[in-house]
């Protein structure tokens, strides 16, 4: 499988380091693409610089390089994620207001038809990002926004963030054991 991996500035690059990880020892190909506010939330949150995050990808590309092969829908690709998905760039992919690589693979993958995994973070929301989620999802993006359940009652921030990373990987099809599975009571 190839998924690409978008990160965007905002908050919660936990959740994407999480996923890269993941991807990585499911053995599953990923092409990462990060924001310059990506990188720095990722960096100011984590303590993590763009090397170290590009170790974590198969392939890492540039978001000004509009020639990187997930640019194009003839590069075949299982499914992208957005994680996290700043207000800015999911406005940017609910107008297909592609100018940058990132927002440009996003308007790939829809106009493709593939699997699109926006995972937003904001609160309040406004009327103009509900909208945007809302138009987004009836086109069949799905809006995965990171509120974890407290019903598997997890006792640390790993628990929720594995848990959160494993749902976003049955979202995208891809068989894990990370989610705590309610089985009923
Ligand atoms: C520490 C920090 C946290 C931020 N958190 C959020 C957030 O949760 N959601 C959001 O939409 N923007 C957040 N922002 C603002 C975005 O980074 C900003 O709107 C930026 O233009 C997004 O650009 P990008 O989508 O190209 O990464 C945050 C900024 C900083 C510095």
């Known amino acids: 499988m190839k998924i ?15 996923l890269l990880k993941a991807l990585q020892q ?11 506010m990506g990188g720095y939330v990722t960096e100011h949150e984590c303590g993590i610089g763009l090397e170290e995050l590009k ?10 390089n509009f020639a990187a092969p997930i640019a ?20 940017s992919v609910a107008n297909g207001f592609s100018d940058s690589l990132l927002t440009r693979a996003c308007d790939v993958t829809i ?5 699109m995994v926006l995972v937003p973070r904001e609160t309040p929301l406004s009327p103009i990002h509900l909208e945007n989620m ?19 009652h997890p006792e640390s921030i790993e628990d929720i963030v594995l848990n959160m990373t494993g749902r976003i ?7 894990n054991n990370l989610v705590n599975r309610w089985k009923g009571q």
């Open 72 to 91: 194009s829908g003839s590069f075949k690709v299982d499914g992208m994620v957005v994680i996290p998905c700043s207000m800015k760039t999911l406005s």
């Open 169 to 175: 990987l049955d979202m995208l099809g891809i068989d």
């Open 4 to 18: 690409v991996v978008g990160i965007s500035g905002g908050s919660g690059s936990i959740y994407a380091v999480s």
């Open 26 to 36: 499911l053995d599953i190909e990923t092409h990462l693409v990060v924001t310059t």
């Open 111 to 115: 106009k493709e038809k593939r699997k």
């Open 55 to 64: 170790g974590m990808a198969t392939y890492f590309h540039d978001n000004k």
């Open 134 to 152: 809302l138009k987004l999802s009836k086109i069949g993006v799905t809006i995965f926004p990171p509120s974890p359940g407290f019903y598997n």
